[in-house]
Structure formats: C-alpha cells, structure tokens
C-alpha cells in the first residue's frame, strides 16, 4: 500500500509542485511583456521535439528542451529585427511546430496515440524517478535565473528602450528569457501538457493582480498560487479519477475567480466609509453672488 501511495501520488505530486512554483515565476516576466501566449507556441515546438526523440530512440524530454530552445531564440530573434511582427511570428511558431510534431511522431515507431496524448495533456502519473530528476534540476535552474535576474528582466519586460539606455544586455537578457520559457515549457509538458502549460505560466499571475500590487509581491504570491492550485489538483485527481494536468488549471482558475471576487468585494467595503463621510459630512457654506442681500 506505501509503495502505491508513493508511486501513485508522491512522484506526481512532486513533479506538480516543480511546475507549480517555476511557472509562475516565469509568467510574470510574459505577462508584464504582454506575451501570455507565447508558451503554447513553444509548446508546439516541443512536441516537434518530442517526435524527433521518439523517431531517434532518444530520449523526448532532451530532444523537445533542444528543439524548444532553438524555436524561442529564433522567435526572439525575428522579432528584435522588426521583420516579422510578433503576432505572424508565434502563428508560425504554432502551426509550424504542431504539424512537425505530428509528422514526425507519425513516422517514429511508437506512434500510438496514448503515447502522443500524454505530452499534449499530461501524464504525471506515468512520471518516472529519472525523468522528475530532470524536471527538477531544471526548474531549479530556472528559479535560479528568474529571482537572481529578477530586477533586470523586469527592467527589460517593463520598458525596453529605458533598460537598453541604462545600459542593459537587453538581447542577451531577451534571449535567456526566451530560453527560460522554453525550459519552462518542456519540462511542464508532463505535468499539465503541452497544450495546457500557458495556463500554469499565466492563471497564477493573473489570480495575484487581483489582490497584490508591486512587482515582488506578486509574483511570490503568483507562485504560493501555483503550488496550492498543483498540489490540490494532483489531490483531486486521484480523488475523482480525473486528468491531473486538466484539474490542476480548473484549480487554478477556480483561484482566480475568488480572489476577483473577494479583491473586488474588498475595494467596495473600502469605499463605503469614505462614501458615508461624504454624506455625513456638513455642506459647505454656500458663497452669495454679488447681487445678493
């Protein structure tokens, strides 16, 4: 019985805790660069990369964190130059990677499509002890790079041209955070898929704008968010049998919903006082015109 509570839920659970504090200390940088999107068009490079590890034997995870890598620099890249606008260029990040991945997962020997479902939607509950390792020491490298850069990214994400005058590797800092997301985005491809993985990346954030407000504190509340909604969902799933990938975003954007509703009930119980002053509040003496006796 423990070694089926550990296989069945600790390993998940520790893969989802990984992605649930990672992501959203990622998605605060796209978010305050108006790129939410931009990790399901990394998302279908990754599953290029996923198919050519399947039609190579190789190993997926490795191949997909390549394949992403080379996708996000060369998106960063066309979009520094001002060719290609960043809208045309995650469309052909899209359809570009997903047909790829499609192709090439079509050719490999193991084409089955359980095998390709669990990169599109997750599979925590197939993660081995080899391959959370890697989802570790990757998500510690990119905690590692997005706290201890945390006041250049935000410089660069906030205002480019200012961090560019104040002297900043402005390209070099774009294209580690483009290498960043990709990182993020592989290795979240077996916790939440890689259909779902902007989700984890962006609901957190967007939960903790409701009721935060300066840089820092959002984001260490976007990942407090993160690993309650990752630790829940894993819960709930193996509670109701359901998709841990799937339940884990439905938490998170259950989070959501209630903390716009409790922020926006809170704003109102703080006007009320100040509207009751107003209207117990003696008027003014009213000034007489100059025809007035």
């Given at each position: 019985m423990?070694?089926?509570?550990?296989?069945?839920?600790?390993?998940p659970?520790?893969g989802?805790?990984?992605?649930?504090?990672?992501a959203?200390?990622?998605?605060?940088y796209l978010?305050?660069r108006?790129?939410s999107?931009?990790?399901d068009g990394?998302?279908?490079?990754?599953l290029?990369g996923?198919?050519?590890?399947?039609?190579?034997?190789?190993?997926?995870?490795?191949?997909?964190?390549v394949?992403?890598?080379?996708?996000?620099?060369?998106?960063e890249?066309?979009?520094?130059?001002?060719?290609?606008?960043?809208?045309?260029?995650?469309?052909?990040?899209?359809?570009?990677?997903?047909?790829g991945?499609?192709?090439?997962?079509?050719?490999?020997e193991?084409?089955?499509?359980?095998?390709?479902?669990?990169?599109?939607?997750?599979s925590?509950?197939?993660t081995?002890?080899?391959e959370?390792?890697?989802i570790?020491?990757l998500?510690?490298?990119?905690l590692?790079?997005?706290?201890?850069?945390?006041?250049?990214?935000?410089?660069?994400c906030?205002d480019?041209?200012?961090?560019?005058v104040?002297?900043?590797p402005?390209?070099?800092?774009n294209?580690v955070?483009?290498?960043?997301?990709?990182?993020?985005?592989?290795?979240a491809?077996?916790?939440?898929?890689l259909?779902?993985v902007?989700?984890?990346?962006?609901v957190?954030v967007a939960?903790?704008?409701?009721?935060?407000?300066?840089?820092?504190?959002?984001?260490?509340?976007?990942?407090?968010?993160?690993?309650v909604?990752?630790?829940?969902?894993?819960?709930a799933s193996?509670q109701?049998?359901?998709?841990?990938?799937?339940?884990?975003v439905?938490v998170?954007?259950a989070?959501?919903?209630?903390?716009?509703?409790?922020g926006?009930?809170w704003?109102?119980?703080?006007r009320?006082?100040?509207?009751?002053?107003?209207?117990?509040?003696?008027?003014?003496?009213?000034?007489?015109?100059?025809?007035?006796?």
């Amino acid at each position: 019985m423990n070694l089926l509570l550990h296989d069945l839920v600790l390993l998940p659970l520790a893969g989802a805790l990984v992605i649930g504090l990672t992501a959203p200390a990622l998605g605060i940088y796209l978010v305050q660069r108006r790129l939410s999107l931009i990790g399901d068009g990394i998302g279908h490079v990754a599953l290029t990369g996923v198919g050519v590890g399947l039609l190579l034997d190789h190993h997926p995870v490795v191949t997909a964190v390549v394949v992403a890598v080379l996708g996000a620099v060369a998106v960063e890249l066309v979009r520094e130059r001002g060719r290609t606008s960043g809208d045309l260029a995650l469309a052909l990040l899209f359809y570009g990677g997903i047909a790829g991945g499609v192709v090439l997962v079509g050719l490999s020997e193991d084409s089955s499509n359980a095998n390709l479902m669990q990169y599109l939607f997750g599979s925590l509950t197939t993660t081995s002890g080899p391959e959370l390792t890697v989802i570790a020491i990757l998500g510690a490298a990119v905690l590692l790079t997005t706290l201890g850069l945390r006041p250049a990214l935000f410089a660069v994400c906030n205002d480019e041209e200012y961090a560019r005058v104040s002297g900043l590797p402005v390209r070099t800092l774009n294209l580690v955070l483009a290498v960043t997301t990709a990182v993020t985005v592989t290795i979240a491809m077996r916790t939440v898929g890689l259909l779902l993985v902007s989700a984890l990346m962006v609901v957190p954030v967007a939960a903790a704008q409701q009721v935060t407000r300066g840089f820092r504190t959002t984001m260490a509340t976007a990942m407090t968010i993160g690993v309650v909604a990752a630790a829940t969902g894993v819960l709930a799933s193996v509670q109701l049998d359901t998709a841990p990938g799937a339940t884990i975003v439905i938490v998170a954007i259950a989070i959501f919903v209630a903390l716009t509703a409790a922020g926006g009930a809170w704003r109102t119980l703080r006007r009320m006082p100040a509207q009751r002053r107003a209207e117990h509040a003696e008027p003014p003496d009213v000034v007489l015109g100059a025809g007035a006796r």
